[in-house]
């Protein structure tokens, strides 16, 4: 059994530990925590061991009743592999950390492509990883735009990517986050900086992103269109697309006509915590005219990550392919809408 360490216990970190604990070779050796808040008690509550991230504050643990297993390093040096969850640039303060123990990271999207080895999606370059010390699985949005670049790569080649992200002010419980009332251009320089960051994945990729940041709390929101090196039915991409795991075609008939229909529906079909993991692609946008094509997708941004980090412990510690790990991580947390 593979023994995974969860450095950051928060929107990322407890997804992540729910999808390790169900895999059929894996463990949540423990969790670490800076805080006892909300999460800290219920890491407890599902029988998580939690340790103190900051040895400081340990004592914060114990006033609140939270029993401590013992400090970060110890987990750290128990561990097979740590994933990092911890908020953008804290990861990067952690690597010495990691590296002391001689313990396999992950990091998360939010730190930089230069601190890692690789960076890191399933779809597409899973065997970067392999033996890897330091991994960074990419963003919400890169993962969702590496998902529908890797197949039309291998299927037609791509001449050039173009996308605009409307992106989620904050998530539900970023209650620091905005804007509340506005649209905002952001970043406001053209391209954006998601477009640099999908090219962490793929070698020799043309694409350009701009960015928006709206009031809603959801999922982000993607227009594609994606100039490809043939001309291509629109049927032929939309049966290209039906064939990969973590992309969801929402069908005419199924009436879902934005994120809150499709939260909705996740929350319906019973997935923890209304967690999408696969791209939402509105079917009947998928459109090409010529060469070019185009559509619409939702990004889950809370979840979106979470099997890939799953996919990217195996990859690291060469414990399977990229078919198998895939297959594996989709079936024991039910991938598949
Ligand atoms: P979060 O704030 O929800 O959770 C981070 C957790 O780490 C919190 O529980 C915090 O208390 C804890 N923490 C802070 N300092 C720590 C330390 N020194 N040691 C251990 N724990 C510490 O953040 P998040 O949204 O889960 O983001 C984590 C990473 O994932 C970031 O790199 C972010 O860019 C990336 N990411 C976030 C999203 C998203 O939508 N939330 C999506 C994809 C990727």
Known sequence: MIQVAINGYGTI???????????PD?????????????????????????????EERADQFAEADLEIAGPVEDLIDA?????????????????ELYEEYDTP????????ADLVDTSFNARSNFEDAVDADHVRVVSCNTTGLSRVIA?????YGVEKVRATLVRRGGDPGQTNRGPINDILPNPVTIPSHHGPDVETIFDDLDIDTLGMKVPATLMHMHSLNVTLEEEVDA?????????????FLIPERMDIDGSGKLK????????????????CIWEESISTVGSDLYLFQGIHQESDVVPENVDAIRAVLGEAD????????????????
């Open 13 to 23: 970190g407890k997804r992540v530990a729910d999808a390790v604990r169900q895999q």
């Open 264 to 279: 909705e529906y996740a929350m319906d079909a019973g997935r923890p915590r209304g967690d999408i993991w696969e791209n």
């Open 79 to 95: 561990a097979d592999i740590v994933v990092d969850a911890t908020p953008s640039g804290i990861g990067a303060e952690n690597k």
């Open 151 to 155: 197949p039309l790569r291998e299927a």
């Open 105 to 112: 990271a992950l990091y998360q999207g939010g730190e930089d």
């Open 26 to 54: 894996m463990e949540v050796l423990g969790v670490a925590k800076t805080r006892p808040n909300f999460e800290a008690e219920t890491a407890i509550d599902k029988g998580f061991p939690l340790y103190a991230a900051i």
């Open 322 to 337: 990229a078919e198998e790990s895939i297959a594996t991580t989709n079936e024991s947390i039910g991938i598949g809408l």
């Open 235 to 247: 049927a032929d991409v939309r049966e290209l697309f039906a064939d990969e795991s973590r992309l």
